[in-house]
């Protein structure tokens, strides 16, 4: 029997919820019990007022992202849930790196160090300097071991933060639902799975 793992592409979780206390929780044991990792999670505002946008990054199989955003859209609170590859998202992350200013300023060109890896310096003080870098991992790994000879003392990155490549927003399919179904309140989870066509991207 072969114990080769098979490795699994990297999907784009991409959640619109109502801003309520425990759904993080709730979500992220739907992951526990299933037995699967999230590399990077992003909680922020979403372009609809009083709406958040969760953005969860896994290495899954399709089949599993699938019944995986199936069993997150039945939270009350989730309003949708979609999911993509990361050809079809436009993504980044941002890292922070700090190292001694006499160092770096002694061994290396820091014009150079900064122009070379499109990063920029966000702090100077004596005794160290923060770099910062955004861009794809292996860019803000790159940067990493460039700085380690030269004694990199903290490291952090940033969760993925990640904007559909071909959709018109999850806004457009609300107001639509609204045009469609005058007069209904748009509460809760009344209004999923009335038909692929309002909510399909």
Known sequence: MSTETIEKPEFNITVYTENQIGLLSRIAIIFTRRKINIDSLNVSPSEIDSIHRFNILINETEDTVRKLCRQIEKQVEVLKVYYHTN?????????????????????????RLLRENGARAVVIRKDYTVFETTGHREETDALIKILQPYGLIEFVRSARVAIIKNSEGFNSKLREFERL?????????????????????
């Open 181 to 201: 179904e005058p007069g209904e309140d748009v509460i809760e989870n009344e209004y999923l799975n009335k038909g692929q066509k309002v909510f399909t991207m």
């Open 87 to 111: 050809a079809d998202i436009i993504w980044q992350e941002m890292a922070l790196y700090k190292v001694s200013t006499d160092v770096i300023a002694e061994q290396v060109s820091v014009e």
